[in-house]
């Protein structure tokens, strides 16, 4: 089928179009030896994971060991300088490096990308409607008064009220500006997420309504995500199994609570004691204890 | 609108602090303008004539005064050389010189804008390194050698391929349009072709500043590929830069065609203003100059407008709508 064909397929009843059928036997992402070079530089060296239907997998690791670069490949994303290796299967397509049509078509519709600074990622000439509307008008032929009722639905869902529709990302706060990013990813109902660290450029209490938020869509989309954070506090909250990554390698994999108690790699545990002196040391409780 | 009401009353307000400049700085240079037009055995009667047929014996005030309002009813007072209102004067040598600078601005963003793209966002590094290069060489090649260049190409009964004419303007001006419009094609891709490479390095530069912005990644994770969401995407952020640039050639240009327009033999408002400044035509001068800065006043206007139409950020509300996350 070809790309026009899978548009007029899927725009006759988006309810159930928005959730593409591409992926077979409940695997959503597989990732098979994955190695990526920028500048004679290794980022990523032979990277292995899998991400199954509804799974809430996260990836942890220290700044600079290649979480985002991982987010890149996996969507083609990465600099055009970038020289990869193995292979990327999502929803049942084997991705080619390169191949950046390929990548564009599964892009907005089968993966939705919720980023880090979305103050910075927004479209600061698109309004919040235009901006949350982008991945249906890429993928899907609606008209647009059905454009704009499934847009108005989406920022319901994400507790944005309707008056926001024609505000700009600068007229937001970043709390909000997140949930137009939660709902740009969302709108067209894909079956993977990947948050890229969505929490880090938001304070305390915001993080943890857009976690929450966050979850309980996925959770009723019945969608897969893959969490990056480098914060475990974050990662037990809205993953079930996790994936540590140092220095562009996955060294451990396992249940997130499992991993939290009990890590086995030297690299892990300094993240888990780094994670837990943090929360003794802000913890008033703990300290008067 | 309050925005634009403000630029206006600024603009109006420039134009004034302009027009008192350009008086000021006219009567303050040495010499008495009126001993000059009357020739070196001129009688002091002569010269007193003349100052008077001028106005220069009234008080500065009411000089400035009279030549404020006829200014303002598109007055600009009489050549005293030529005889003809200075209106007619510029209006007969702008006629030239406005099409040939537009003509050269749409060969400039023409080749300027595609060319920029294309040495971004070309598959082949090799491609985007030639283009380069071509950008380089092409603003640093003089307007003067590139146009002698295309005369001794394309110049009628001078040229190789002798098919344009390489000098002069119709004395129908532009009442016999095709041949007026021919006669600018030389000057307007030799000006063009120099300001162009300035443009695709602008548009090179801009694009390359945008491919790895999140906002491009944004776009792209939303189905575009990574030419769609440059050109769709990165080269709509760029326009307000592209914008000013494009603003600022256009400015340059007024005096930087002067050069080819001598080249080409055309009389534009280069030779009018040289001519004029070399017979101290006083009343001529003071309004031409006065036009000129207005113009470049007049630009700046339009590119701020401009910006403002592009940048929702740079519009009057920027205050947080809906409240904080919080509440």
């Given at each position: 089928?070809?790309?026009?064909?899978?548009?007029?397929?899927?725009?006759?009843?988006?309810?159930?179009?928005?959730?593409?059928?591409?992926?077979?036997?409940?695997?959503?992402?597989?990732?098979?030896d994955l190695s990526v070079q920028i500048a004679d530089k290794t980022v990523l060296d032979d990277v292995t994971l899998d991400i199954g239907a509804s799974e809430r997998v996260g990836l942890i690791g220290a700044s600079g060991s290649g979480k985002s670069m991982l987010v890149k490949a996996i969507t083609g994303l990465l600099p055009r300088a970038a020289r990869v290796g193995g292979d990327i299967t999502m929803g049942g397509t084997r991705l080619q490096a390169g191949d950046d049509a390929a990548f564009a078509a599964l892009r907005g519709r089968y993966v939705g990308l919720v980023f880090q600074n979305p103050g910075a990622a927004l479209n600061p000439v698109l309004s919040v409607e235009q901006q949350v509307c982008l991945p249906l008008r890429l993928h899907y032929d609606l008209d647009a008064g059905e454009r704009r009722d499934r847009v108005?639905?989406?920022?319901?869902?994400?507790?944005?009220?309707?008056?926001?529709?024609?505000?700009?990302?600068?007229?937001?706060?970043?709390?909000?500006?997140q949930r137009v990013g939660i709902a740009t990813a969302l709108i067209t109902s894909p079956r993977l997420i990947i948050a890229d660290e969505?929490?880090?450029?938001?304070?305390?209490?915001?993080?943890?309504?857009?976690?929450?938020?966050?979850?309980?869509?996925?959770?009723?989309?019945?969608?897969?995500?893959?969490?990056?954070?480098?914060?475990?506090?974050?990662?037990?909250?809205?993953?079930?199994?996790?994936m540590v990554i140092d220095r562009g390698r996955i060294i451990e994999t396992g249940d997130t609570a499992a991993l939290l108690h009990d890590p086995r790699q030297p690299q892990t545990r300094l993240l888990v004691n780094a994670a837990k002196t943090l929360t003794l040391n802000v913890n008033p409780e703990h300290h008067h204890a | 609108m309050r925005y634009l009401i403000w630029r206006l009353i600024w603009f109006a307000v420039a134009l004034l602090g302009l027009s008192l400049l350009v008086f000021a700085a006219l009567r303050i240079l040495p010499g008495d303008v009126a001993s000059v037009m009357a020739g070196t055995n001129a009688t002091p009667a002569r010269v007193a004539a003349i100052r008077?047929?001028?106005?220069?014996?009234?008080?500065?005030?009411?000089?400035?005064?009279?030549?404020?309002?006829?200014?303002?009813?598109?007055?600009?007072?009489v050549s005293a050389i030529s005889g003809r209102t200075v209106a007619s004067q510029i209006g007969s040598h702008a006629a030239i010189t406005l099409p040939l600078i537009v003509?050269?601005?749409?060969?400039?963003?023409?080749?300027?804008?595609?060319?920029?793209?294309?040495?971004?966002?070309?598959?082949?590094?090799?491609?985007?390194?030639?283009?380069?290069?071509?950008?380089?060489?092409?603003?640093?090649?003089?307007?003067?050698?590139?146009?002698?260049?295309?005369?001794?190409?394309?110049?009628?009964?001078?040229?190789?391929?002798?098919?344009?004419?390489?000098?002069?303007?119709?004395d129908a001006g532009w009442h016999a349009p095709r041949a007026a419009l021919i006669s600018l094609i030389l000057p307007?891709?030799?000006?063009?072709?120099?300001?162009?490479?300035?443009?695709?390095?602008?548009t090179r530069a801009c694009l390359i500043s945008m491919e790895d912005s999140d906002t491009v990644a944004m776009a792209m994770a939303c189905g575009m590929t990574r030419r769609q969401a440059m050109l769709r995407?990165?080269?709509?952020?760029?326009?307000a830069q592209l914008v000013s640039v494009a603003g600022l050639t256009f400015a340059q240009m007024i005096t930087?065609?002067?050069?080819?327009?001598?080249?080409?033999?055309?009389?534009?408002?280069?030779?009018?203003?040289?001519?004029?400044?070399?017979?101290?035509?006083?009343?001529?001068?003071?309004?031409?100059?006065?036009?000129?800065?207005?113009?470049?006043?007049?630009?700046?206007?339009?590119?701020?407008?401009m910006h403002h139409a592009l940048d929702p950020r740079l519009g009057e509300r920027t205050q947080h709508v809906g409240g904080e996350e919080h509440a």
């Amino acid at each position: 089928m070809n790309r026009t064909d899978m548009k007029d397929a899927m725009a006759q009843d988006v309810d159930v179009a928005t959730r593409p059928q591409l992926a077979t036997s409940g695997e959503i992402l597989r990732v098979r030896d994955l190695s990526v070079q920028i500048a004679d530089k290794t980022v990523l060296d032979d990277v292995t994971l899998d991400i199954g239907a509804s799974e809430r997998v996260g990836l942890i690791g220290a700044s600079g060991s290649g979480k985002s670069m991982l987010v890149k490949a996996i969507t083609g994303l990465l600099p055009r300088a970038a020289r990869v290796g193995g292979d990327i299967t999502m929803g049942g397509t084997r991705l080619q490096a390169g191949d950046d049509a390929a990548f564009a078509a599964l892009r907005g519709r089968y993966v939705g990308l919720v980023f880090q600074n979305p103050g910075a990622a927004l479209n600061p000439v698109l309004s919040v409607e235009q901006q949350v509307c982008l991945p249906l008008r890429l993928h899907y032929d609606l008209d647009a008064g059905e454009r704009r009722d499934r847009v108005m639905t989406m920022l319901e869902r994400v507790g944005l009220p309707a008056s926001l529709a024609g505000s700009y990302p600068h007229e937001l706060s970043g709390g909000q500006q997140q949930r137009v990013g939660i709902a740009t990813a969302l709108i067209t109902s894909p079956r993977l997420i990947i948050a890229d660290e969505p929490t880090t450029a938001l304070d305390a209490i915001v993080q943890r309504s857009i976690i929450d938020l966050l979850v309980s869509l996925v959770e009723s989309a019945g969608a897969s995500m893959l969490f990056i954070t480098h914060d475990f506090a974050v990662l037990s909250r809205a993953t079930t199994r996790c994936m540590v990554i140092d220095r562009g390698r996955i060294i451990e994999t396992g249940d997130t609570a499992a991993l939290l108690h009990d890590p086995r790699q030297p690299q892990t545990r300094l993240l888990v004691n780094a994670a837990k002196t943090l929360t003794l040391n802000v913890n008033p409780e703990h300290h008067h204890a | 609108m309050r925005y634009l009401i403000w630029r206006l009353i600024w603009f109006a307000v420039a134009l004034l602090g302009l027009s008192l400049l350009v008086f000021a700085a006219l009567r303050i240079l040495p010499g008495d303008v009126a001993s000059v037009m009357a020739g070196t055995n001129a009688t002091p009667a002569r010269v007193a004539a003349i100052r008077s047929r001028m106005g220069l014996d009234r008080s500065y005030p009411q000089q400035y005064a009279d030549w404020l309002g006829g200014l303002l009813h598109g007055n600009m007072g009489v050549s005293a050389i030529s005889g003809r209102t200075v209106a007619s004067q510029i209006g007969s040598h702008a006629a030239i010189t406005l099409p040939l600078i537009v003509l050269s601005l749409l060969v400039a963003l023409s080749i300027g804008i595609p060319m920029g793209c294309q040495a971004a966002l070309a598959g082949s590094p090799r491609v985007r390194s030639v283009l380069h290069t071509i950008a380089i060489v092409g603003g640093a090649v003089p307007a003067l050698w590139g146009g002698l260049l295309l005369i001794m190409l394309f110049g009628r009964g001078v040229g190789l391929i002798g098919i344009l004419p390489s000098q002069g303007f119709p004395d129908a001006g532009w009442h016999a349009p095709r041949a007026a419009l021919i006669s600018l094609i030389l000057p307007a891709i030799t000006t063009g072709l120099v300001a162009g490479a300035g443009i695709m390095r602008y548009t090179r530069a801009c694009l390359i500043s945008m491919e790895d912005s999140d906002t491009v990644a944004m776009a792209m994770a939303c189905g575009m590929t990574r030419r769609q969401a440059m050109l769709r995407v990165g080269l709509r952020l760029s326009a307000a830069q592209l914008v000013s640039v494009a603003g600022l050639t256009f400015a340059q240009m007024i005096t930087g065609v002067m050069v080819v327009e001598s080249l080409f033999n055309l009389p534009g408002l280069g030779a009018m203003l040289i001519n004029d400044v070399g017979n101290r035509d006083l009343i001529a001068v003071q309004s031409e100059l006065f036009l000129l800065a207005a113009f470049f006043l007049l630009l700046g206007l339009l590119v701020d407008l401009m910006h403002h139409a592009l940048d929702p950020r740079l519009g009057e509300r920027t205050q947080h709508v809906g409240g904080e996350e919080h509440a």
